[in-house]
């Protein structure tokens, strides 16, 4: 929804707003955000263990291991600020959309030269970010072109390189928001933010970048055009996960938005009711991949949820945003 972005450059007295702003980002912080990197560190470490126990891609546990720390990826993937930026690592996590079709490439590069650069977390940290990440491990479990590809010895360590370097990045995330933690709740100082004004504002930011991502790219990719349908594009469609994505995007954003409308009664509640709506057609949509958008009446239904969350995103900026000194103007995945 490009109309509905997110403007930095018109800041409103945010005192005159909010009845306490600090309490809010105390407890977003610690009731959204650090809780979400921990629950992330402790799925992926277990993701780590299920490969080193069983390597082979159609493994149970391995693949349910995957799943819950996909789930946890998603529940903070909105939080592209801080630690998240350092060193590429919401990239390394999950490299989506990949537009060129590199993940596939670089997986397949790797097996058919048996690069070495499996052999310690280290190295595999250096390796191009189209070959790391949940993407990257849903391939070597799913897709059965790489099934049979190669060396079984070799993909057996690839698997395992991925799911280690996941576990160490998480790990890094999760350590690193201990002591960033304190630039939200005490801006000022050596805080990349001046006020509670801008740690609000960097806030606000991420739930209207996450809910305009699902909306826009999430949905619109595989939506495609009324004439060409775009299916294979939907994120983690191999693992049956697209669906799964959005409802966990839009739970999630959901928990930001209730934290940051605090102070406001009645606009949390309109939020809410619009992401109850949502949500609920979410769940109500057939199939866990989108592949409905190739039919008239499923492509209607999932118009109609990217809708519904459109309307979030304009009770978000007409309603939230000018309570937290912010007005809608620019797209923040846009960054204009």
Request: aromatic share 6%; proline share 6%; with cysteine.
């Amino acid at each position: 929804m490009r109309a509905l972005g997110l403007a930095i450059a018109l800041i409103l007295p945010l005192s005159a707003l909010a009845q306490n702003p600090s309490q809010i980002l105390t407890d977003v912080v610690e009731g959204h955000i650090l809780p979400g990197y921990a629950q992330l560190s402790d799925a992926t470490a277990a993701l780590d263990a299920a490969a080193q126990a069983d390597c082979t891609a159609v493994s149970p546990n391995l693949r349910a291991a995957y799943h819950l720390a996909f789930d946890r990826w998603v529940k903070v993937s909105h939080l592209r600020f801080g630690p998240s930026e350092v060193d590429d690592r919401a990239f390394a996590m999950a490299f989506w959309p990949d537009t060129k079709g590199f993940t596939p490439k670089t997986l397949s590069g790797l097996i058919a030269t048996q690069d070495a650069v499996v052999d310690t977390p280290e190295a595999y940290a250096e390796a191009s970010i189209a070959g790391r990440g949940f993407l990257a491990l849903e391939l070597m479990l799913f897709d059965p072109a790489l099934a049979d590809q190669g060396d079984r010895a070799y993909r057996c360590a690839l698997i395992r390189a991925i799911a280690a370097d996941i576990n160490r990045n998480a790990k890094a995330m999760d350590h690193d928001w201990q002591p960033f933690s304190a630039n939200l709740t005490m801006p000022g100082g050596d805080s990349p933010y001046r006020s509670a004004d801008e740690a609000m504002q960097e806030l606000y930011k991420a739930l209207i970048t996450g809910l305009e991502f699902t909306a826009e790219t999430r949905l619109g990719r595989p939506m495609g055009t009324l004439e060409r349908p775009r299916p294979n594009r939907a994120e983690a469609r191999r693992s049956e996960r697209s669906l799964r994505q959005v409802e966990l995007s839009l739970i999630t954003l959901r928990d930001l938005a209730t934290g940051l409308s605090a102070d406001h009664p009645q606009i949390a509640a309109d939020l809410d009711n619009a992401f109850d709506k949502a949500i609920i057609r979410t769940r109500e949509l057939d199939g866990p991949t989108l592949a409905g958008v190739s039919t008239p009446s499923g492509r209607i239904r999932v118009e109609a949820l990217q809708q519904m969350i459109n309307d979030i995103l304009t009770i978000a900026a007409t309603e939230l945003g000018p309570t937290l000194g912010i007005s809608a103007g620019f797209n923040s995945l846009d960054g204009d």
